[in-house]
């Protein structure tokens, strides 16, 4: 066998295996043979660019380029369904249907997903693009990462139509949901509140490597397109699982109001069973003429409808409203009550988010509230029982002053929490920065977590992240339960730490919207941490991916000479404060400030490249011609307002070739 007809060969094997573990849940070979099969395709796959296939099943790993997404017009709109809570709206769609259409009908009823929905374009049986909903006209192409979902198939199967749609739910499974808030939780990191908004997060990542790793899930429930295979909607979802796609088994065509109720009853207990979010259930017409002949209002099918079960939710009485300080000096409320049972758990607390929930509910002490858990995992107050005000306390209203250190509040422009003020020496503050410095993806100092830092702190041993490097272990083990052997580790952990490369140490510092990403961008930019102290706002915004808010929150961070004093320090005691020669960008910045559009189909490399190409030299992608706008890389067939508009501004339009000179230097 040649070394293509081998990547041939093993792609059409991993699609094959892929389908079998992650739609059928039936594998036929082990996670170490499936392994060792795509380490081989990738590489042979580095051996020969020239075979690159953008669905090759080596794309599930994805990629860390980030990129805009690119706004796309949806070819048939994506409209959302009407909702009802009420059993007798139920009866109320199907006799309006009955009414409407004079004959006998079918119901197909489902389970309505809570996720993110996605619609996917195929194009003889391979995938060609993945949207999100957006505003319902356009959505985001979000290709890439949904590429690297695993029960979503790149390249179909058996007798499929030559072009479709096909849209569904991506969805994050209860599991993975919990071990990622488990592992943010420890790193300190805030919360996804369900594994809707963790789905669509993740969808939305710059980094498909960071999508890969998710384990995102994928239920198809709709096909759309010019010639489908059957003539009711159920037909048409059993040929979609033939293809490939994972449909849900619990789809059912009821043929009276009673069957229809009764596959509520059932899904409505049946549902916490599922390894995935469900809010309710889809009724939709089972006949696609009759649902033709129904039509739609501006936003929802007339032929379908969701009944949305209600979340899970108890009364108790309001003790008590405390305000908690976190690391960032966010200041949250949280409301303490009486213990009640809800959804399998006792519930005795329950977050408030902010000032104006708590204004919106005029909560008063002693109030009887109602705590919900509907698919979040902390509970949340979501009215008063007014009946049952009788003689209660005082109107609760937020602080006034930080609860921990007395400092006056601010708010930031465009966010909903008030913050302490004081970030110098509001011990909450103090503690999470050196917290975060620690941190696994910060300095990673071993033997030590948040309990240390507080003991630390407590015995007034540190007091900022400087202070780690003075310790010595015969301080440490003064603390409370702390063992020689502990002290030494910790000694070492920190000593150990002075080899954390630069981008990390930057990341650790701690300057507000610094993460890990753009800590890596600004340190492979700036090159040493001397120059990105004396980099203007201008400068700053110059470089890819780096806004305004960004900008000034650096700026800022080096204005402050107690921020200046610490890095001082950390230098001193022998921190990475630049990169290693020939690590950063230095040389690759001949894009540098350049913004491109890209337009067109290109033959030498994909848009993808293209783009990847443009950040890679310092450039910027941007999505839509501005004044700003210094290049149009264009290829063929070029949409024709894009040329408009680059004509009407002058800007200079670039073939491949002019442009892969530009960077060939
Ligand atoms: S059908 C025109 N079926 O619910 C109707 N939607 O409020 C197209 N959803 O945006 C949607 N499960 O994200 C349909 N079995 C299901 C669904 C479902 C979840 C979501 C979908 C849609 C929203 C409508």
Redesign the pocket.
């Known amino acids: 066998m040649t070394e293509t007809e081998e990547i041939l060969e093993l792609r059409k094997q991993l699609h094959e295996h892929n389908y079998n573990y992650y739609v059928l849940n039936a594998p036929v070979i082990d996670d170490f043979e499936f392994d060792r099969m795509m380490r081989r395709l990738q590489d042979l796959e580095a051996l020969h660019p020239e075979l690159h296939d953008d669905n090759s099943p080596s794309v599930r790993v994805g990629s860390d380029l980030s990129k805009e997404f690119q706004q796309v017009t949806h070819r048939y709109p994506?409209?959302?369904?009407a909702?009802t809570y009420s059993e007798s709206e139920v009866t109320d769609f199907y006799n309006r249907v009955k009414a409407a259409l004079g004959e006998d009908f079918e119901v197909c009823c489902?389970?309505?997903?809570?996720g993110?929905?996605i619609s996917l374009t195929y194009e003889h049986g391979r995938l060609v693009q993945a949207c999100t909903?957006g505003d319902g006209t356009q959505g985001d192409d979000v290709t890439q990462n949904v590429r690297t979902i695993r029960s979503i198939p790149l390249q179909l199967h058996g007798d499929y139509p030559d072009s479709f749609e096909v849209?569904g739910?991506i969805l994050m499974p209860w599991q993975v949901f919990e071990a990622l808030n488990a592992e943010r939780e420890q790193r300190e990191e805030p919360l996804f509140a369900n594994p809707r908004n963790a789905a669509s997060g993740t969808l939305k990542s710059q980094s498909s490597a960071v999508v890969a790793q998710r384990r995102l899930d994928a239920y198809l429930?709709?096909l759309l397109g010019d010639n489908l295979p059957r003539d009711t909607h159920f037909d048409n979802m059993r040929h979609v699982a033939a293809w490939g796609f994972k449909v849900s088994d619990a789809m059912k065509v009821c043929r009276t109001l009673q069957e229809v109720f009764d596959y509520i009853n059932y899904w409505d207990v049946e549902r916490k069973n599922l390894p995935v979010a469900t809010d309710g259930i889809?009724l939709?017409v089972n006949n696609l003429k009759q649902q033709a002949l129904l039509g739609y209002t501006a936003k929802?099918?007339r032929w379908?409808i969701?009944y949305k079960f209600q979340a899970e939710r108890a009364c108790t009485r309001l003790n008590k409203v405390t305000f908690q300080v976190g690391r960032t000096g966010a200041i949250t409320p949280v409301a303490n009550m009486d213990p009640v049972q809800l959804a399998g758990t006792v519930v005795k607390r329950a977050t408030l988010h902010n000032v104006e929930q708590i204004n919106k509910l005029d909560l008063h002490i002693g109030d009887m509230v109602y705590v919900e858990k509907g698919g979040e995992i902390i509970p949340k107050i979501v009215g008063v029982d007014m009946d049952a005000r009788f003689m209660v306390g005082d109107k609760v209203t937020f602080v006034k002053c930080c609860p921990e250190c007395g400092a006056p509040l601010i708010r930031y422009e465009g966010e909903a929490a008030y913050y302490c003020s004081n970030d110098s020496t509001c011990p909450p503050q103090i503690k999470g920065r050196i917290e975060h410095f620690i941190s696994r993806k910060a300095m990673n100092i071993d033997g030590m977590g948040p309990e240390t830092v507080d003991a630390l702190y407590q015995a007034g041993l540190i007091h900022d992240v400087a202070d780690l490097y003075t310790l010595k272990a015969s301080d440490i083990v003064r603390l409370e339960r702390m063992g020689e052997l502990s002290a030494v580790r910790i000694v070492r952990g920190i000593e150990a730490s002075k080899n954390v490369p630069f981008e990390r140490v930057l990341f650790a510092i701690g300057i507000r919207f610094v993460g890990e990403a753009t800590a890596k961008i600004l340190a492979r930019h700036f090159g040493c941490i001397n120059s990105l102290k004396e980099a203007k706002i201008d400068d700053l915004v110059k470089v890819n991916e780096i806004g305004e808010k960004i900008a000034e929150s650096i700026v800022g961070f080096f204005a402050d000479s107690r921020n200046m004093v610490i890095v001082e320090r950390l230098k001193q005691s022998g921190l990475q404060m630049e990169m290693p020669e020939g690590e950063n960008d230095t040389a690759l910045n001949l894009l540098e400030g350049k913004q491109f559009v890209i337009s067109g189909v290109f033959e030498k490399h994909s848009r993808e490249e293209y783009k990847a190409l443009i950040e890679r030299y310092g450039g910027k992608n941007v999505g839509s011609i501005s004044k700003k706008t210094d290049y149009v890389l264009a290829g063929a067939n070029m949409g024709p307002a894009k040329l408009e508009k680059a004509t009407q501004l002058g800007v200079p339009i670039i073939d491949e070739n002019v442009f892969l000179n530009m960077i060939d230097k």
């Not at 994506?78 to 369904?81: A, F, K, V, Y």
């Open positions: 994506m409209l959302s369904l909702n489902e389970l309505k997903f809570d993110t929905s909903r849209r739910e429930y709709y889809v939709k929802t099918p379908a969701a």
